[in-house]
C-alpha cells in the first residue's frame, strides 16, 4: 500500500507559519471586513474544497495543498481597496522575499520549483472584481479555467462573501467607507448602500462557484441571504 504523505511537512509549516505571520501583521491595517479572521475562514475553506476533490481525482491531478494554503492566506494582503494599484501591481516581487528566506533555511525551494509564480498569480486573479474585468475583455484563458488551486481559493473567498458571514462583513464594510445600510429607492446614496451590494454582486456568487464542493456549500449560504432580505423589506416596510 503507498505511503500517504504528510500534510503539512515540518519545512511547509514553517512557511506557512511566516506567511501567517505576515498575513496577520497586514490585516491588522485592514477593517473588520477584511480581517485576519476572514481569512483564516477562507483558508480552513479552501482546504476543505481541495481535500474533497483530491478523493475523486487521481494522484498526479490533485490540487496542491500547500499552493491552496499560501494562496488562501496571502490572497487579500494586496487588497486594491487598502493598497494603491503601484503596491498590487506585482505580487510576486512583493511576496518572493518570503519564499526565498524559507529555502534559505530549508530546502523547500518554491521560487525554484514555480509554487511562488503560482501562488502569486493566484493572489493576483482570485478577486470578483478582476474576474468580471477578464470575462468583459475576453481574457478568461484555459489556466483560468483548469487551475483547481485557483478555484478552490476562489470559492472560498466567495463563500465567506454570503450567508452570515457575508452578511456581516457586508455590514461591516460599509460602515467602514460611511455608506448607508439601506436607503429608499430613490435615494441618491441607494446604489452604494448595503443591501443594493446584495443586488448586484452576492446574489450571483452562487452561480459563479467553480468547485462541486463549494456550489453545495453555497445553497444554505444563498438561502440564508434570501431570508435576510426578505426580512429587511418586511422591517423597512412598516408603516406609521
Known amino acids: 500500500m503507498a505511503t500517504v504523505p504528510v500534510y503539512p511537512t515540518k ?3 514553517a512557511l506557512i507559519a511566516a506567511a501567517e505571520e505576515l498575513m496577520v501583521k497586514t490585516m491588522a491595517r485592514y ?3 477584511h480581517d485576519a479572521f476572514h481569512v483564516q475562514r477562507v483558508r480552513r475553506t479552501a482546504l476543505r474544497l481541495a481535500r474533497i476533490i483530491s478523493e475523486t481525482l487521481p494522484e498526479n491531478k490533485r490540487p496542491d495543498l500547500l499552493t491552496v494554503e499560501l494562496s488562501a492566506l496571502l490572497h487579500d494582503i494586496l487588497d486594491k481597496k487598502y ?12 511576496f518572493r522575499p518570503l519564499f526565498e528566506k524559507a529555502a534559505s533555511d530549508s ?3 518554491l521560487v525554484k520549483d514555480g509554487r511562488a509564480r503560482l501562488i502569486a498569480r493566484i493572489v493576483d486573479n482570485v478577486s470578483w472584481s478582476t474576474e468580471k474585468k477578464l470575462i468583459a475583455a475576453g481574457k478568461i484563458d484555459q489556466w483560468y479555467r483548469d487551475c483547481i488551486e485557483l478555484h478552490c481559493v476562489q470559492d472560498a473567498d466567495r463563500l465567506d462573501a454570503i450567508g452570515a458571514f457575508g452578511v456581516l462583513r457586508c455590514a461591516a464594510y460599509s460602515a467602514a467607507v460611511n455608506q448607508p445600510l439601506h436607503t429608499p429607492g430613490d435615494d441618491p446614496a441607494h446604489d452604494s448602500s448595503a443591501i443594493q451590494h446584495f443586488h448586484d454582486k452576492l ?4 452561480d459563479r462557484l467553480k468547485t462541486v464542493p463549494g456550489k453545495e456549500l453555497a445553497e444554505k449560504r444563498h438561502k440564508m441571504m434570501l431570508d435576510f432580505l426578505h426580512a429587511i423589506d418586511d422591517e423597512y416596510d412598516v408603516r406609521s
Open 203 to 206: 446574489l450571483h456568487i452562487k
Open 83 to 94: 493598497v494603491s494599484a503601484e503596491e498590487a501591481a506585482d505580487p510576486y516581487a512583493f
Open 31 to 33: 477593517d473588520p471586513s
Open 11 to 13: 519545512e511547509e509549516a
Open 107 to 109: 530546502e523547500l525551494d
